[in-house]
């Protein structure tokens, strides 16, 4: 057992999960409220299919308790419950299938957390494997909640808001509706990002989490970005709502990244835009474009800028004025 | 316990994804001609909600490249307003399926769709919501 554990977390460490965490500097930065989370949506959507067993690389360990779960005890479950999602089928073959969705658990605790929403329980009915289980006020009546470990808290936090941000409300149904759904930003209710803010900060990221986090994104394309920057959380559900993300963290400026107007005397354009893959390639006029260019290398007037990547090919109007 | 799950059905079925469809707006284009609005091929999103026009510059429009996919996007650099046109098969064949309509990651329910113009060159689509709300979306190459 103990040589499973260490052959995997080797796996984990070698991976360079850095690399996430700056990609959501490169893209967050000069962003707030809505245009963050349509940044966020955009950028980290999975880009690989997964088979849903995958989790089992990452989670084989029991993460509750340290054990290694054997194939008989093992199962998979669901953070968010695909049972909340209804049509389209795609959006919810895909949320249902997202392995940041996923963990392997007993299968005692997996049968205990059905589809139950997460909560804090103050009327225990039962307990099991460090879960619990019973009730809790839900404005004025009560309702079922599951509970789990503290040191689980956040883990599954961060897991619900990254749902909540890649997925769009129109997904959710049932309990879906009243845990995820009911408006555009920040796309969680009230009564739910509450509960898992507080979780969220009282369980900060670990290392492991961040190692599962990277591994998770080699194999399905994307990272959970409130893993790597847990800040952004604040920006679209704690104290930093409203303000803009990344004056105080990150010296770069806003105007790094393609604007719609220059002045002629600008010392450069940057091709580079959030909304844009960093690979892409750039063309004028038929010639392909350094990553940055001078103003004057263009003239005074509208100029028709072209862009491929491997999946898109796009184009855009930049002004440049005396 | 019992009165929770009445309003969760009620929630669901009377709620639903308030995003999902567009209210207290008006019905129709805001005041362009029927025949200018039908024949203009450039580049933009038309609705009462939200528009882009290409032209004016800072709008981002871009399309997917994959085989059997359509995917045409308009994002405005300068607030990451973005409105998005998918569906399953390529629109430059007419054979599409399943076509979806995102404003600003939202979707937006589509009652109708009619496409015209449909060529190499560009697409031009109109849809329409469920409360009779119409939107343009043309994209030339």
Redesign the interface.
């Known amino acids: 057992m103990r040589l499973n554990r260490i052959a995997l977390l080797s796996i984990l460490v070698a991976t360079p999960y850095r690399a996430f965490s700056d990609a959501v500097d490169d893209y967050a930065i000069g962003l707030k409220d809505s245009a963050l989370k349509t940044m966020i949506s955009t950028h980290f959507q999975p880009t690989k299919e997964c088979e849903r067993r995958l989790i089992a690389e990452i989670d084989s360990i029991d993460r509750l308790n340290g054990n290694l779960i054997t194939d008989d005890s093992a199962e998979i479950c669901e953070i968010v419950p695909s049972s909340w999602m209804m049509l389209p089928k795609d959006y919810a073959t895909c949320a249902a299938a997202d392995l940041h969705n996923l963990f392997i658990t007993t299968s005692s605790a997996a049968a205990a957390r059905g589809a139950v929403p997460f909560g804090n329980v103050t009327e225990i009915e039962k307990s099991c494997d460090g879960w619990k289980i019973g009730y809790a006020p839900y404005f004025t009546d009560i309702a079922e909640f599951i509970e789990p470990a503290d040191e689980l808290k956040g883990d599954f936090a961060r897991a619900i808001f990254y749902i909540a941000t890649i997925y769009p409300c129109s997904l959710w149904t049932g309990w879906g509706n009243v845990i995820m759904g009911l408006g555009s930003h920040p796309t969680l209710s009230n009564y739910a990002s509450s509960i898992y803010l507080a979780w969220h900060r009282n369980d900060p990221v670990d290392a492991n989490e961040s190692k599962r986090n990277a591994k998770i994104a080699e194999l399905q394309g994307n990272a959970n970005p409130f893993v790597a920057h847990p800040i952004l959380v604040e920006y679209l559900w704690g104290d930093s709502i409203g303000k803009t993300y990344g004056k105080s963290e990150v010296e770069t400026p806003v105007t790094e990244f393609l604007q719609s107007k220059y002045s002629i005397n600008d010392a450069k354009i940057r091709l580079l835009s959030p909304y844009i893959a960093d690979n892409a390639v750039w063309s004028y006029n038929g010639a392909q474009m350094a990553e940055q260019i001078a103003p004057s290398d263009l003239g005074i007037g509208k100029h028709e800028l072209h862009y491929t990547t491997s999946s898109h090919k796009g184009k855009i109007i930049i002004t440049i004025t005396e | 316990?019992k009165?929770?799950f009445i309003?969760?059905?009620a929630?669901?079925l009377l709620?639903?994804?308030?995003?999902?469809v567009v209210h207290n707006i008006e019905n129709t284009m805001p005041s362009r001609p029927t025949d200018e609005v039908e024949s203009d091929m450039s580049t933009r999103f038309e609705s009462p909600q939200l528009s882009m026009f290409?032209?004016?510059?800072?709008?981002?429009?871009?399309?997917?490249?994959?085989p059997g996919k359509t995917?045409l996007?308009m994002?405005d650099?300068?607030?990451?307003?973005?409105v998005q046109f998918s569906a399953t098969g390529d629109i430059k064949s007419e054979a599409i399926s399943?076509p979806?309509l995102?404003i600003?990651?939202?979707?937006v329910k589509i009652a109708s769709i009619e496409t015209r113009y449909i060529k190499e060159t560009g697409a031009w689509i109109k849809l329409q919501t469920p409360d009779a709300v119409e939107m343009i979306f043309v994209m030339s190459d």
Not at chain 2, 77 to 82: K, L
């Open positions: 316990m009165k929770l309003a969760i059905a929630v669901t709620v639903g994804c308030r995003e999902s290409y032209n004016d510059g800072g709008i981002l429009a871009s399309s997917s490249v994959e995917e996007t994002t650099i300068s607030n990451g307003d973005v399943s979806r995102t600003n990651g939202e979707t």
